[in-house]
């Protein structure tokens, strides 16, 4: 059974485990920057970003994007790194 369930289920499960992932992680800044996620002394990226949001208006873009840029480029790479696997073991 292993031998012919198993190859065929790994590849949509690794797909759907990634998918996971990305959404946690957006879930988890989310909380961070709403103030329900991890306090201020511990680092979050959503906790960045919520703190350096209201310098916005005053010109000052760059503490509020870069946090938001490696939220966004951590999803990304994870199902980049996700498609990567899923093609080897589909080869």
Request: proline share 8%; hydrophobic share 55%.
């Amino acid at each position: 059974m292993f031998r012919e369930v198993l190859p065929n289920v790994t590849a949509p499960i690794i797909v759907e485990l990634t998918v996971r992932i990305g959404y946690a992680i957006f879930t988890v800044a989310s909380l961070a920057f709403l103030g329900a996620g991890p306090q201020p002394p511990s680092a979050d990226w959503g906790a960045q970003v919520s703190l350096s949001y209201g310098d916005l208006n005053a010109g000052f873009w760059w503490p509020t994007i870069f946090p938001a840029l490696a939220i966004a480029t951590l999803v990304i790479a994870v199902n980049l790194i996700a498609d990567a696997v899923q093609s080897v073991i589909e080869a």
